[in-house]
């Protein structure tokens, strides 16, 4: 702050009054620019209000809408998980009939041999009458062993039955 003298003329006065109000600062445009300032925060909480508002909505919805129909998909999906085991079980069975029944197969082809067969064959075409009744085949004691029936474990509805019956017939 400046010292004025009494002594001193008026123009140095006023001078110094001009110069301190020009040094004060303005309170009004001070506070002006302080609400501006609150009132861009407030709106900035407003729109973040507005949009947590929004979110715990949808939060809702999704946990009213879709997490029933995902439990309804989960529930859905067992069962396929299910018939996929039973599947596998089915083919790992069929699977040891097939090894059951081509050890038959060899044992039977190994029981009447496919090259007596053949040897008879030679024989009897050489045109000598008495190979081909030398040779006397034993009638074959093979029985089929007893297996699955795959409607056994894929039952088939009565309608789908007769869609799926064979339309062509056995000569």
Not at 40 to 68: H, K, V, W, Y
Not at 100 to 125: M, P
């Amino acid at each position: 702050m400046l010292l004025v003298d009494a002594d001193r003329p008026e123009p140095v006065r006023s001078g110094a009054r001009e110069l301190a109000l020009f040094l004060t600062p303005e309170p009004g445009a001070e506070a002006k620019e302080v609400e501006e300032t609150v009132e861009g925060l407030l709106l900035r909480l407003e729109e973040f209000c507005s949009l947590a508002d929004m979110i715990r909505s949808d939060t809702s919805q999704i946990l009213e809408e879709n997490i029933p129909l995902l439990k309804a998909k989960v529930m859905e999906m067992r069962g396929i998980y299910a018939k996929v085991d039973q599947l596998e079980a089915f083919v790992k069975m069929v699977g040891h009939h097939v090894s059951f029944l081509e050890a038959h197969v060899l044992q039977a082809e190994r029981d009447h041999g496919a090259l007596s067969q053949a040897l008879r064959k030679w024989l009897g075409s050489s045109g000598l009458p008495a190979f081909g009744n030398l040779w006397t085949p034993a009638a074959p004691t093979f029985e089929l062993p007893a297996l699955y029936r795959t409607e056994d474990y894929f039952p088939v509805d009565a309608g789908e039955a007769t869609r799926r019956a064979p339309s062509c017939q056995r000569l």
